[in-house]
Antibody, heavy 118, light 108 residues
């Protein structure tokens, strides 16, 4: 059974770096075609895909984030870490990590609400 | 990027009726790499259809997906109370992955 859960701060100040962790179980990122996506949702932007950490580390990013986003893996802890630099209030959203097998986003974490405010 | 446009924005239906939701892509979605996700208030989305027409695990057969190229449809037969939610289409044929704006099915 695959599970994913997001953790991290729920309040971040403008210009700071947001770091979120996705802790997962039930699959391995060493297995072919497995991946972990980061997706956010806000009333203004709807659902917005941000990044994908892929099994072969051929990671993908949404170019709209202009190189502000990075995803890395901590294999020893079955975690994927998401970082977004220079946040501003427009980055306020619920952030989800989600499993992919192949390219299909097939299971979502519960999400973590993040507010960017001074 | 591939832009997905969903229609209608809201569907007002009664339990037992059929829902037909549309998702139109700005360009061809290769390999029919299109999914549908259901989201209820306060919950994360849940995959219900992948690759345009394949039901995800545990999804009842009253849900069906069809279409190819740029036009896709989600049909829900005999709506049950649990089906009233927001539905999003998603393409994963080309990066960046994109989502439609959603269709809300509300109780009439």
């Amino acid at each position: 059974q695959i599970t994913l859960k997001e953790s991290g701060p729920t309040l971040v100040k403008p210009t700071e770096t947001l770091t979120l962790t996705c802790t997962f179980s039930g699959f391995s990122l060493s297995t072919e075609f497995e991946g972990v996506n980061w997706i956010r949702q806000s009333p203004k932007r709807g659902l917005e895909w941000l990044a994908l950490f892929y099994w072969n580390e051929d990671n993908r990013y949404n170019p709209s984030l202009k190189n502000r986003v990075t995803v890395t893996k901590d294999s020893s802890k079955s975690q994927v870490v998401f970082t977004m630099t220079d946040v501003d209030p427009d980055d306020t959203a619920t952030y989800y990590c989600a499993h992919s097998s192949g390219w299909t986003t097939d299971l979502w974490g519960q999400g973590i609400p993040v507010t960017v405010s001074s | 990027e591939i832009v997905l446009t969903q229609s209608p924005g809201t569907l007002s239906l009664s339990p037992g009726e059929r829902a037909t939701l549309s998702c139109r892509a700005s360009e061809n979605v290769g390999n029919n790499y299109l999914g549908w996700h259901q989201q209820k208030p306060g919950q994360a989305p849940r995959l219900i259809i992948e690759d345009a027409s394949i039901r995800a695990t545990g999804i009842p057969d009253r849900f069906s997906g069809s279409g190819s190229g740029t036009d896709f449809t989600l049909t829900i037969n005999k709506l049950e109370p649990d089906d009233f939610a927001v539905y999003y289409c998603q393409q994963y044929a080309r990066s960046p992955i994109t989502f439609g704006g959603g269709t809300k099915i509300e109780i009439k």
